[in-house]
């Protein structure tokens, strides 16, 4: 396949839209010199070709790869792409490529050039999947449970098992401030909403109390001779530290909290008051 370094895919966003511009690349026997979402796009001196999401491209490119590669070879693509890892597009066609040319081995090529890459960014996202089904701290606001965090990764598919098991029974709702977007579970149905507002409610005369008594729990618990704050960062890294009961420090008045999403991509609406 011949390179064209003047050209550059531009695609919306979305994992399907993507895999059109896998098409694009494979059937025009053109790779890109990159891929890169329109609404993030930094201008540049490369030609930018708009690839339109086909659903049907999508849906060839993405059963080629268990056909042509291996059933693993398509979580470890729909895991990169969740990743924050630095142009990621163009790290994942590569290996497709690569994979569509020598086939299976290529997924245990875990140290070549093409595939490494993708491996690390699997292994980050999944380390912080695993961290914040610790970090989560809910507020209950009567209504519901409502989380804020602010991952590096598009985590909340993968947290989604997780407490939508352990709170099958409440209804909740976790906003990841990073991507605008807010898994919602409500009466056993679970979704994935972006908003194009949010207003969490004050909290309660009980909820300030519950938080008192878990920041006051906290500091008991602590042995001042022991504390190491070196490995407190290790095994929790202040970036989780801003949506944390434990390091919040008491506020003097209760006051709402707004916090911005982007456009809708669901018609169903939340259960908690909207702007």
């Known amino acids: 396949m011949s390179f064209a370094s003047d050209v550059r895919y531009l695609y919306d966003g979305s994992f399907e839209g993507?895999?059109?511009?896998?098409?694009?690349?494979?059937?025009?026997?053109?790779?890109?010199?990159?891929?890169?979402?329109?609404?993030?796009?930094?201008?540049?001196?490369?030609?930018?070709?708009?690839?339109?999401?086909d659903l049907a491209h999508a849906q060839r490119v993405y059963d080629s790869i268990p056909k042509k590669i291996c059933p693993d070879a398509a979580d470890l693509v729909r895991d990169v792409f969740c990743s924050?890892?630095?142009?990621?597009?163009?790290?994942?066609?590569?290996?497709?490529?690569?994979?569509?040319?020598?086939?299976?081995?290529?997924?245990?090529?875990r140290s070549h050039a093409r595939v490494a890459p993708l491996y690390e960014a699997q292994r980050h996202l999944h380390n912080e999947a695993h961290l914040l089904q610790g970090f989560v701290r809910f507020t209950d606001t009567g209504?519901?449970?409502?989380?804020?965090?602010?991952?590096?990764?598009?985590?909340?598919?993968?947290l989604a098992p997780h407490f939508c098991g352990r709170y099958a029974a409440e209804d909740f709702l976790i906003y990841d401030?990073?991507?605008?977007?807010?898994?919602?579970?409500?009466?056993?149905?679970?979704?994935?909403?972006?908003?194009?507002?949010?207003?969490?409610?004050?909290?309660?005369?009980?909820?300030?109390q519950m938080r008192a008594l878990w920041r006051c729990f906290y500091k008991t618990i602590a042995i001042r001779e022991r504390e190491n704050p070196t490995c407190r960062r290790t095994h929790c890294p202040m970036r989780y530290w801003s949506n944390m009961t434990e390091f919040m420090p008491d506020p003097p008045t209760v006051s709402s909290q707004t916090l911005r999403a982007p456009r809708p991509i669901s018609s169903e609406q939340p259960w908690i008051e909207l702007p």
Request: aromatic share 14%; proline share 6%.
């Open 177 to 208: 401030d990073t991507h605008g977007v807010a898994l919602m579970w409500k009466a056993g149905v679970g979704s994935l909403l972006s908003l194009e507002a949010l207003t969490i409610p004050p909290i309660t005369e009980k909820e300030a």
């Open 18 to 53: 993507f895999l059109s511009c896998v098409f694009e690349a494979v059937y025009t026997r053109t790779a890109p010199v990159d891929i890169c979402e329109q609404s993030i796009a930094q201008p540049s001196f490369y030609q930018d070709v708009f690839v339109n999401t």
């Open 143 to 158: 209504q519901a449970l409502v989380a804020k965090i602010t991952p590096k990764n598009f985590v909340l598919p993968y």
């Open 84 to 109: 924050c890892a630095p142009q990621k597009e163009l790290l994942i066609l590569r290996f497709l490529l690569f994979g569509y040319r020598y086939g299976k081995q290529v997924y245990y090529m």
